[in-house]
């Protein structure tokens, strides 16, 4: 990855921005993505497709403008969002789900299969990076690596995987992050 030797911004796949914009039609509604993508100053105009790639820092601004307009922080925000997209993904890639059959197996995946898939989609995707570990039969442990802070959508990605395979979770995370990457280890309980 470029970031770091010639800071670049980190980017990120237009499938982001677009869901992102659809999560807000669903629960917000239209007058808010409109009021959104109005009051912005973006390079982008607020024009995304899912192939497109635009700088992180815009989903940054679209998420302050949603929290200034909804009272509802930036953090949990990005976390609806995850469980949001885990439930688009369903939709959009039902190949990457149908060989998983409980999540602990599925969450294994993301870093070894669906991820490598997903660089096959879009090999401009600047994905994140997992190790995953089980610690015992009920209880899971999986490090996120990134150069973006975007823990919570993690965190909400992996709530969204839990719904779809409904079972239920305890999960606890610990920041590991330093001034040059996040890092955050979930662990996930079955309880
Ligand atoms: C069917 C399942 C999945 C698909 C198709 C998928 C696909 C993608 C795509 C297209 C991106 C955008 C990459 C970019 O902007 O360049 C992405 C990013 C991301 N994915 Fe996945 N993903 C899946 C499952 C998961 C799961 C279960 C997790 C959590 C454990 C996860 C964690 C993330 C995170 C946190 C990002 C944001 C980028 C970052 O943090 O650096 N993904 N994924």
């Known amino acids: ?111 070894t299969q669906i991820h490598v898939e997903v660089l096959k989609l879009y090999p401009d995707a600047e994905l994140p990076t997992f190790e995953s570990e089980r610690l015992s039969p009920q209880c899971f442990k999986m490090t996120y690596r990134s150069q973006r802070p975007l823990q919570d959508l993690c965190e909400g990605l992996i709530r969204g995987a839990m719904k779809h395979f409904d079972e239920e979770f305890v999960i606890s995370r610990q920041d590991q992050s330093s001034q040059n990457e996040t890092q955050f280890v979930f662990t996930i309980t079955r309880v």
């Not at 807000?24 to 024009?47: A, K, M, N, R």
């Not at 790639?53 to 989903?59: A, G, K, N």
């Not at 922080?73 to 688009?88: D, N, T």
Request: charged share 20%; proline share 4%.
């Open 1 to 111: 990855m470029l970031i770091g030797q010639l800071n670049l911004v980190p980017v990120m796949k237009g499938v982001v921005f677009t869901e992102f914009l659809d999560l807000v039609d669903q629960e917000f509604g239209e007058v808010t993505v409109d009021q959104i993508v109005e009051e912005s100053d973006l390079p982008s105009h607020c024009v995304y497709t899912a192939v497109g790639t635009y700088d992180y820092s815009e989903l940054d601004y679209l998420l302050s403008s949603l929290a200034n307009k909804s009272g509802i922080s930036k953090p949990a925000l990005l976390m609806r969002y995850g469980e949001h997209l885990f439930g688009r993904f369903t939709t959009l890639y039902p190949a990457f789900l149908s060989d998983a059959s409980d999540v602990f197996s599925f969450l294994e995946r993301v870093e």
